[in-house]
């Protein structure tokens, strides 16, 4: 295992603040201190000192509703896209949906870019063949059509 100066383990400690995995802080350590050290060396030189990397917040836990409320599906209280910021987007399901998945298909989004999204058993949602990168308007846009489609059925 290589040696890490009191200088390289404070950028060590800043990058781990930044949320840098340790995949990130192997390789930083190589170009910009020269320093090699395998993926399990960086995982014993945090361990060792006291180092964790910085996490996103936890979302805070979801607060019980009343008996009447809880009857209503989350989603029917998420909020349409505000008129006017984007077009809406064209989202398609497809009739024969990919294996491994419970339901797949297309959408067109109003800035050209477009894609092939999917949700698996587990109801986890995936992208594929996704040509450009589209907005954060134009995501809400596209789960809220998505939302209502399959509430429509």
Partial sequence: MSTVTAEQL?????????????NGIQKRLASDCGVHMTYMDV?????DHGIEIATAAAPEPVKKEEPAAAAEPAEQEMPAPAPGQVGKPVVTLD?????????SGKVQFSSGTSGAWQIDQLGRFAWSEL????????LQAFQFELTQMLRRG
């Fill in 10 to 22: 404070d950028m060590v400690r800043q990058w781990a603040g930044e949320g840098v995995d340790l």
């Fill in 43 to 47: 995982r014993f030189l945090l361990l």
């Fill in 95 to 103: 009739e024969l949906t990919l294996p491994g998945t419970l339901i």
């Fill in 131 to 138: 040509s450009g990168q589209p907005t954060p308007e134009e």
